[in-house]
């Protein structure tokens, strides 16, 4: 039965997983820090990631500039009756068997800007809290909403600029600058951590999902595109590791509905969340 009880537990359950078997471990990382090739400079995508506009968006890159979205800017689409905007991420980048230099380095800004035929590892981190301030001409000290101590890290951005971390200084709640800011200015705060959530979703939509009793859990887009995803899976490993998999005491009806599954991202998370359950059961 599904229940939104079991789909909590399950939100975190590819968190940690256990490397007992290296084999189904490697094969799950495959997915959760997915190693993927930057194939060309531009994608030239024209979808993005279509938000509401507001002021959690500043440092963005705006789809349709390829620049940061500053305050000033979404002041004057709002003026002009747009409400809605585009930013580039690398989960909506259109490349054909990899990802695109331009996707990749607008997302993740602090990295070094790629080289195409190189290849980059996307982390499993997500924004998953964000904060504007106001700022005040002098004030350097700043009282946040969230402890950082409770996140992996944080991004801080001044006029859309991704701030280097050295100017900054953060603890508990506290936000103290290295730089000046002047009156009604922005300070915007971008909590990351790892989450393998957006996965989970995709699979408690599916019935291996129903299969282990959870309820839909709303998705956060996965770092990279579904299908992207989906040719990176080997699919001789992920056979193997099916037919491992059947040694462990499953009950019938979940580990009957293994070799049906024609969805290879479906298949390997149904897999190593049997894996992480079962495991330890004699």
């Known amino acids: 039965m599904r ?29 959760i820090t997915p190693r993927v090739k930057i194939v060309e400079n531009n994608c030239g ?16 890159i705006e789809l349709a500039t390829n620049s940061p979205f500053t ?36 997302e993740f800004q602090e990295e070094d800007y790629p080289q195409v035929g190189g290849y980059v590892n996307i982390p499993s981190e997500k924004i998953l809290h964000i904060e504007v301030l106001d700022c005040s001409f002098g004030q350097y000290s700043y009282q946040l909403e969230m402890d950082v101590s409770l996140f992996k890290r944080i991004r801080v951005y ?6 280097d971390h050295t100017t900054y ?9 290295s730089f000046p800011v002047e009156d009604e200015e922005h300070l915007v705060v971008k909590y990351l951590d790892n989450t393998t959530t957006p996965l989970m979703g995709y699979l408690s939509n599916t019935y291996s999902g129903s299969l282990l009793g959870m309820k839909y859990i709303p998705e956060l887009l ?13 699919s001789g490993r992920l ?8 040694t462990l005491q499953i009950p019938t ?30």
């Open 45 to 60: 995508t024209t979808v993005g990631e279509i938000e509401n506009i507001s002021y959690r968006m500043e440092g963005e």
């Open 158 to 163: 001044h006029n859309g600029i991704l701030k």
């Open 169 to 177: 200084s953060a603890s508990g709640q506290s936000l103290t600058l």
């Open 3 to 31: 229940s939104y009880l079991t789909s909590l537990i399950f939100e975190k359950l590819l968190d940690n997983v256990p490397d007992t078997d290296k084999d189904v471990y490697n094969l799950a990382q495959l997915i």
């Open 71 to 106: 305050k000033t800017r979404l002041n004057y689409l709002l003026s002009q009756g747009i409400y809605e905007a585009a930013s580039v991420h690398v989960n909506t980048c259109t490349s054909v068997g990899g990802v695109c230099a331009r996707c990749f380095s607008s």
């Open 239 to 246: 056979e193997l590791i099916t037919e491992r998999i059947k």
């Open 222 to 234: 996965p770092s990279v595109r579904i299908s992207l995803l989906k040719e990176l899976i080997p």
């Open 253 to 282: 009806d979940q580990s009957e509905y293994l070799d049906k599954i024609i969805d290879p991202l479906e298949k390997l998370l149904y897999v190593v969340s049997l894996y992480i359950i079962y495991i330890n059961v004699i």
